[in-house]
């Protein structure tokens, strides 16, 4: 366990044997006003997203912020993981771990761009488990895919070479920002991940049609934030997509934004909005003992 400005790093043990790395960043003074659960991208990890996690703390969050089997710090199995279930299950385990903690402090889970794809299944597979659903720039209908070739050697390879690595289509820095200073810190970042198994980008197809089913069974508040300016995700086709979930969806859009909000500058509407919706949802939300 270590203490810095990265938080306080911890690991979890999942049912199957794997530990993974998180960041907690415990609330600064007072009592929590609820528990916020980060999951990252494809190509990132906790590291990229240390500014607005010590924000949420500040502001009365306790914050976690999941490093992916297989991505971050986690050496173990680089790249790959057995199914897109067992990734929901890692999830899952883990809030269900902290809810055994003041189980009356509600969990808000947040996805940001492929990690959205997590957060928005796992309301379906795990029924009750989170209170709401925090969607950055998700990835559920992206412009970015590997070339049709391509896609056909990741299907066959995952058939008879599961483990074998391909390029994830998403190594340009300023895929993600126009920042200078943070295209530079993407591009020498070495636990960002740029490679994938045969057998993840296989099951990331396999999670989106699994959730054709299960946006139709989330009924808990979304909070949706969207970037004008990006050139990862398809903005009109997310909108369309997650226009049939039954439960409140909160849409923001910011016209001059890029795809990762974390790395616009720190007086960017994007976390203020943000923070008044969570501060509205706090309403609906079970109250702690007294």
Request: charged residues 20%.
């Amino acid at each position: 366990m270590d203490g810095d400005r990265n938080g306080i790093v911890q690991t979890f043990q999942a049912s199957d044997g794997y530990r993974f790395y998180y960041r907690h960043y415990p609330v600064c003074t007072g009592r929590p006003q609820g528990r916020l659960v980060w999951l990252h991208g494809i190509r990132s990890h906790g590291g990229w997203y240390e500014r607005s996690c010590r924000r949420w703390a500040e502001a009365g969050y306790e914050t976690y912020f999941l490093d992916r089997r297989g991505a971050g710090w986690n050496t173990a199995k680089r790249g790959d993981a057995p199914s897109f279930r067992r990734l929901l299950d890692d999830v899952a385990e883990f809030i269900q771990s902290l809810r055994l903690r003041r189980p009356w402090l509600p969990i808000i889970l947040g996805g940001i761009s492929w990690g959205g794809k997590l957060a928005l299944a796992l309301p379906y597979r795990k029924p009750g488990l989170v209170q709401a659903l925090v969607l950055l720039c998700p990835g559920l209908v992206p412009k970015v895919r590997p070339p049709f070739g391509q896609r056909w050697r990741i299907a066959l390879a995952a058939l008879v070479r599961p483990e074998k690595l391909f390029p994830i289509p998403l190594n340009a820095p300023e895929l993600f920002t126009a920042d200078p200073a943070a295209q530079q810190y993407i591009a020498t970042d070495r636990y960002g991940l740029q490679q994938a198994t045969a057998r993840f980008l296989f099951q990331s197809l396999a999670l989106d049609i699994y959730l054709r089913r299960a946006r139709k069974r989330v009924h808990i508040p979304i909070y949706l934030a969207l970037a004008g300016q990006d050139r990862i995700i398809d903005n009109a086709a997310t909108r369309a997509f997650l226009s049939v979930v039954p439960g409140p969806l909160t849409i923001r859009e910011y016209p001059q934004a890029h795809h990762t909000l974390e790395f616009e500058a720190e007086d960017h509407p994007w976390w203020f909005d943000l923070h008044r919706w969570l501060a509205q949802q706090w309403d609906g939300l079970p109250a702690p003992p007294a």
